[in-house]
């Protein structure tokens, strides 16, 4: 039978040695069979009308059960995002959330007109979508203890929350035509991620058990992914000024990080992600359309000369086996999915035998 708290202590001794870059006996291998039952299943905005009604348990009930039926292997552990989309930033800060059809796909509407009529504020209103988090995260926390964790929010902040509220087209030209009040506004959007940050945080009780997020890899203590997706449509000298200042004081405030970079487009700023000390491991993603990330091994290659880890998130067991000698192995964490417990468990002591 599964116990949480078990695993979280075999996770501790694992991920802190993950995060120091060292190796027990294999590297950080966070393997998860998940139980397929369809009754246990929800959309992106089954949890979204669950935290704006306070009708929780519609949701938390379904995680608490697929937690018990799923089998958590290596340094896997059950998790749950209370998250209200990737734009929940912007939402935070006056935008409105608005979903697709398929229900897994949401967005906030510009509404931007003029950076000079915008205070960048937290909306701290009863029912606004901070207020409303915050009381999700509250009552979450205090059902799935002992049971599953929560994640940190998808913090899309700096300048990924300026292009949700405006547009990103509407803001490239703004980027010529006022970067005062643009700098302006992303100065005041900067301010706001300490509380932003912090509700989750403290809500959701993250001191007594650490942090683990969309990302699934423990920390112990505080810990998020960070990113700017509207960085690959702007140049190495435009990020510099507007961009990584506000993720090199995103990462001062963590114990540890991961930085999310996005897309080929997004390769331009790699060298500069690589001069930010507090950047642990960084997570390539290709992109739609581009062939998966152990075609890329010379970017990871590159990442872990640089000293940081690298997050290898969407290779099956047979890949890790056949792809795990190209990489050093106390700077790499696999997360990934398996069939069976069988395959799960093979696959760690595979590792343990031949890393």
């Not at 949401?106 to 029912?127: F, G, M, Q, T």
Request: aromatic share 12%.
């Amino acid at each position: 039978m599964y116990h949480f708290n078990e695993q979280l202590n075999h996770t501790r001794i694992y991920a802190e040695a993950f995060w120091n870059h060292e190796m027990i006996d294999r590297p950080f291998t966070a393997i998860t069979v998940l139980d397929k039952d369809p009754a246990l299943r929800w959309t992106m905005k089954d949890n979204f009308q669950a935290c704006m009604t306070g009708v929780y348990d519609s949701v938390l009930q379904k995680m608490r059960e697929k937690s018990r039926r799923s089998y958590y292997a290596g340094e896997a552990l059950p998790h749950f995002d209370p998250s209200l989309g990737p734009d929940q930033y912007a939402a935070f800060l006056g935008g409105t959330i608005r979903f697709a059809d398929d229900s897994n796909t949401s967005w906030v509407l510009p509404c931007v007109e003029d950076w000079e009529d915008v205070k960048a504020v937290i909306d701290r209103s009863e029912n606004g979508y901070f207020n409303r988090l915050k009381t999700y995260y509250a009552y979450a926390a205090e059902f799935c203890k002992d049971e599953f964790m929560l994640d940190m929010l998808d913090l899309h902040s700096n300048m990924d929350a300026l292009s949700a509220l405006r547009g990103a087209t509407e803001l490239c030209y703004d980027l010529y035509d006022s970067p005062e009040e643009v700098m302006r506004v992303l100065n005041e959007v900067r301010k706001t991620y300490p509380e932003i940050f912090g509700m989750a945080y403290e809500s959701g009780r993250m001191a007594e058990v650490g942090t683990i997020s969309w990302a699934p890899i423990y920390c112990r203590g505080k810990s998020a992914v960070l990113q700017c997706d509207f960085s690959a449509v702007i140049s190495p000298e435009m990020a510099k000024q507007y961009v990584f200042p506000a993720i090199r004081e995103e990462a001062e405030l963590l114990d540890h990080c991961i930085y999310h970079l996005d897309g080929k487009d997004a390769l331009v700023h790699l060298d500069e992600i690589l001069t930010i000390d507090k950047i642990d491991c960084i997570q390539w993603t290709p992109g739609a359309g581009q062939p998966r990330t152990m075609e890329w091994m010379d970017v990871l290659k590159r990442i872990q000369a640089a000293g940081k880890a690298v997050w290898i998130f969407d290779w099956t067991p047979a890949e890790v086996k056949a792809f795990h000698k190209e990489l050093q192995p106390d700077k790499v964490a696999y997360t990934l999915n398996a069939e069976t417990r069988e395959e799960a468990d093979e696959l760690l002591e595979y590792l343990r035998k031949n890393t």
